[in-house]
């Protein structure tokens, strides 16, 4: 097949980065041409398989038709493969599940052994312990088989990494096993063991099993079917015949499995694994089967080694940039792209190829409509495989220096000429995807080369295309300023053609390494923006576009939620709400829900005072009940801090006007429950209650939290996150808090209604703990309920949903109640200030958006 043709190109982005001198000579095949060999001589990648040495000098090849293939080269000896560390992760993922599963599913699982039981006992009972004897005897005798194979074949330093490594998975099997005997683990402890009479009869974990795992995973069966295989078939028949006997269980087979290969995964990515990728010499002698002989080849340190790069001159003369993509790198940033999936849109982050022929496709494909377009990139010259486990593209080399090495700022005209090749591409509806400073080479005669379009898009959408703008703006920006970058774009692009890529100047729809850049300069895209807007013709305004599905946020409190679900459907189960609520005492039942309703009224208060404008109290108190229903799905101290922000606004408050209002009312509350707590906590050394002694856990809980916090603090970029969040909030909060000293009625209003909510609450509580019999001094409520509140506010559940509920009950506990009226007590307190406003807070936010004032 003649090799394709294209237009000229330049150097790829690889031989930019890392074109000067300085690389490691490493050693190179030496032998007759090919179709040349003698009988006895070995393969180059053979060769360089028992010859390879770090550091050797290069070595040449050559024959009697030609001049000496000069090589630099080194290749490395053992290599980690992504597709492991997805593996991996996959892996400690299922173990996880299976064990939710033992916890959650245990009956169903017990039903999935049952009928395996019932099943095989239609079986003869000698043909079954026939085959469990075999398979038994199978796996006692394939690792002693797959031992000797891996000694005949020179492989013993394999052996002896798995070897190792079952002897680490029976080590980590007899620790879980013991940490499984603990009595907090009695409920995983039945679903995983075969017990009898209250007695167990097998241990949870099978340590043989789990380490016949790992050894196996570790020597690799992958292209040995009938090692394969049998391996198969034996576990198959073992697990059966162990299933219908009662020697195991079904959760008990798969997790020793899966930990198993997942400690083998594990250990095979830590050490790595043989390097079985072809040395430079194969690789040659593959791109002169395209018609280009090469003279010369010399690889080039690469900043990622997703890749191999090779700067090779052919022996007309001609230089070429080498790619070399090896497979044993597949699924590189598989992670990394799987989450950038799941959190955007598609259009903003693709899920890439796991397959390098997908890739290799990909970047040709991009290449050919690059050059389609007019724009100058790469030229393609070869596109071949190299053995079973390689790909190569050859492309031509252009001398340059990239946008990142240049020594001073790009001229306007180089700037524009960059633009004018970007446009060309989106011209013809083809994206780059990637326009860093490395990848935007100064060619020599200066003009300007786009390099490895391979990330980019065909048949681009317009939102593609918006991104490709965006991208641009902001690397930019990083290297000539947000002002003079904006300028030439206005210039280049136009304002209007602009006015959709402003909205996109943000750090998730920007390139990965721009992003990291953009996060060490915050007033960066501010400041382009701003500037970008001031030019617009329309005042300034844009669209807004939702980049993100699912906020990371909100996978946090959903996941949140989930187990605060759980921790509560356990508390139910020990506690009947309908009984509680049935046998409590009606007067206080009542006194504690006129409380909760007046917790409205004083949020309302405190609301209007911090607000130096006159707002309708009636109206305002509509906000807060509905702000019930907006907790319902969102963690307690954001979505009515977000509802009554966006009801101020309606109300006529500008949104930093508004914002500063809430965070102020915020900064003081938080103020206020922090002195109430110390002063009650103070006072209930002189009321005669019962201690209010912490568990020891929580001891451990808060030193660990105290922990993290100083090391957070310690460090630059803890410091950097903790200015970035304080500075604009400190900026908007502190002078509407001097406003206000200045209104003593305004201030008066908003501390006594933070006051008055405060007080309401514990008043409700303790209501209904004397609706339920008990008898705590308010003082001890008071407490509890503080250090309660404030854990609920800090929790990501929705309302504090779970946490709250822990929280107060282990409180009433420790102040002397039985645990189940404290838990009682509890119940019927959310119940007052949680689910019921709910129905009454959907109603007032119904009422409310159809008023307009929300």
């Not at 890439?352 to 100058?376: F, G, I, K, M, N």
């Not at 006072?683 to 939290?705: E, F, K």
């Amino acid at each position: 097949m003649p090799p394709p043709e294209g237009r000229a190109g330049a150097a790829s982005a690889g031989d930019a980065a890392g074109s000067g001198d300085g690389t490691t000579s490493g050693p190179a095949w030496t032998g007759p041409p090919p179709g040349h060999e003698a009988a006895d001589h070995k393969t180059p990648h053979e060769s360089d398989q028992q010859d390879r040495g770090p550091q050797d000098p290069g070595r040449r090849s050559g024959d009697a038709a030609g001049p000496a293939l000069i090589i630099e080269d080194h290749l490395e000896h053992r290599i980690r493969r992504p597709i492991d560390l997805l593996r991996l992760v996959v892996g400690a993922a299922a173990v996880a599940l299976l064990a939710i599963a033992g916890l959650v599913a245990h009956a169903t699982a017990t039903g999935v052994e049952t009928d395996i039981a019932t099943a095989g006992h239609r079986l003869p009972g000698a043909l079954l312990a026939l085959l469990g004897l075999a398979a038994t005897l199978a796996l006692l005798v394939l690792p002693v088989a797959l031992a000797g194979r891996q000694l005949a074949r020179g492989e013993s330093r394999r052996l002896a990494e798995a070897v190792l490594t079952s002897a680490i998975t029976i080590a980590v099997v007899v620790a879980a096993n013991a940490l499984l005997r603990l009595p907090r683990a009695d409920h995983l402890y039945s679903a995983l063991a075969v017990t009898r009479g209250g007695l167990a009869m097998t241990v949870p974990l099978d340590g043989y099993l789990a380490a016949l795992a790992a050894y196996v995973t570790v020597i690799g069966l992958s292209g040995r079917p009938r090692w394969l295989a049998a391996v198969l078939a034996s576990l198959l028949v073992y697990g059966i015949a162990n299933l219908v006997a009662g020697h195991t269980t079904v959760l008990s087979l798969l997790i020793t499995l899966v930990l198993g290969r997942t400690i083998g995964v594990g250990v095979r990515y830590a050490a790595g694994q043989p390097s079985q990728r072809p040395p430079a010499a194969e690789i040659a002698e593959a791109v002169a089967g395209w018609g280009i002989p090469l003279a010369t080849m010399r690889r080039i340190p690469e900043m990622h080694p997703v890749t191999r790069l090779y700067a090779a001159t052919a022996r007309d003369g001609s230089h070429l940039d080498i790619t070399v993509f090896d497979r044993d790198q597949e699924a590189a940033d598989a992670l990394y792209r799987f989450y950038r999936g799941v959190r955007l849109a598609r259009q903003i982050a693709r899920t890439a190829p796991l397959s390098q022929e997908r890739a290799l496709e990909r970047r040709a494909l991009l290449s050919y409509a690059a050059a389609d377009a007019d724009v100058r990139t790469p030229r393609v010259r070869a596109l071949v495989r190299v053995g079973p486990d390689a790909f190569v593209l050859a492309y031509t080399h252009e001398d340059g220096v990239t946008l990142a090495e240049q020594p001073g700022e790009p001229t306007d005209t180089q700037l524009r000429q960059v633009w004018q090749a970007v446009l060309r591409l989106h011209t013809h509806r083809v994206t780059h995807r990637a326009l860093t400073a490395d990848r935007i080479l100064i060619a020599g005669d200066g003009g300007v080369v786009l390099l490895d379009p391979g990330n980019g898009d065909v048949a681009a959408s317009d939102l593609q295309i918006r991104l490709d703008v965006a991208q641009l703006l902001a690397e930019l920006a990083l290297h000539v300023g947000p002002g003079r970058a904006a300028d030439v774009a206005l210039a280049e692009v136009g304002a209007a053609r602009l006015a959709g890529a402003v909205p996109l100047l943000q750090p998730l729809a920007l390139y990965r390494s721009t992003r990291a850049a953009v996060r060490h300069r915050p007033e960066l895209l501010p400041a382009l923006r701003e500037r970008l807007l001031a030019a617009l013709p329309n005042g300034g305004q844009v669209a807004r576009v939702q980049l993100e599905r699912v906020r990371l946020r909100t996978l946090v409190s959903l996941v949140a939620g989930v187990a605060a679900a759980y921790v509560l459907a356990g508390q139910l189960a020990r506690v009947n709400l309908i009984r509680v609520v049935r046998h409590a005492d009606w007067r206080w039942t009542l006194v504690a829900l006129v409380a909760s309703a007046l917790t409205y009224a004083a949020a309302a208060t405190s609301l209007s005072g911090f607000v130096l404008e006159r707002l309708k109290f009636a109206r305002t108190l509509l906000a807060q009940v509905a702000a019930s229903f907006v907790t319902l799905v969102t963690p307690a101290a954001v979505g009515g801090a977000a509802l009554n922000i966006r009801y101020l606004q309606r109300s006529g408050l500008s949104p930093a006007r508004a914002t500063a209002s809430v965070g102020a009312a915020q900064v003081v509350a938080f103020l206020i429950h922090t002195l109430l707590l110390v002063i009650f906590a103070a006072l209930t050394g002189t009321v005669h209650i019962h201690s209010l002694t912490p568990p020891t856990w929580a001891y451990a809980v808060l030193a660990g939290l105290l922990v993290l916090i100083l090391a957070a603090i310690a460090m630059p970029p803890g410091r950097r996150l903790l200015r970035a969040r304080l500075t604009p909030a400190l900026g908007q909060v502190l002078p509407r808090l001097l406003d206000l000293a200045q209104n003593p009625r305004k201030l008066a209003e908003g501390v006594g209604g933070a006051l008055a909510l405060t007080a309401f609450y514990v008043l409700c509580l303790a209501a209904c703990v004397r609706a339920l019999g008990g008898s705590v001094p308010l003082v001890g409520v008071a407490v509890v309920y503080l250090t309660g509140s404030a854990i609920g506010s800090a929790a990501p559940t929705p309302g504090g949903l779970g946490a709250i509920e822990v929280a107060l009950s282990a409180g009433l506990t420790a102040a002397g109640l039985p645990s189940a009226t404290a838990l009682g007590a509890v119940l019927l307190f959310r119940l007052l200030t949680f689910w019921l406003p709910v129905p009454v807070g959907w109603i007032a936010f119904s009422l409310l958006e159809r008023r307009g004032a929300l």
